[in-house]
């Protein structure tokens, strides 16, 4: 919620305990502009990837407009 100025709905989908890829992180987020969303996109992934949990598990983050 920080790094996208607002709140977020998250959700874990398609949770595997084997494979490449634990799952995807389904991730709603407040839009405003492309330029904006591309940059707080690129924060987070960065952030995720220095977090002591999630930077050990490796999932696949989908990002998606929230509803108002």
Do not use: K, W
């Not at 890829?21 to 389904?26: A, E, I, M, S, V």
Request: zero cysteines; a negative charge.
């Amino acid at each position: 919620e920080a790094v996208f100025g607002g709140y977020v709905v998250a959700r874990l989908a398609g949770a595997s305990a084997t494979g490449a890829f634990r799952g995807l992180l389904h991730l709603e987020v407040p839009f405003e502009d492309l330029e904006r969303h591309t940059e707080r996109e690129r924060i987070f992934v960065a952030s995720a990837a220095r977090d002591e949990v999630l930077g050990q598990v490796p999932l696949v983050f989908v990002f998606a407009p929230r509803e108002p």
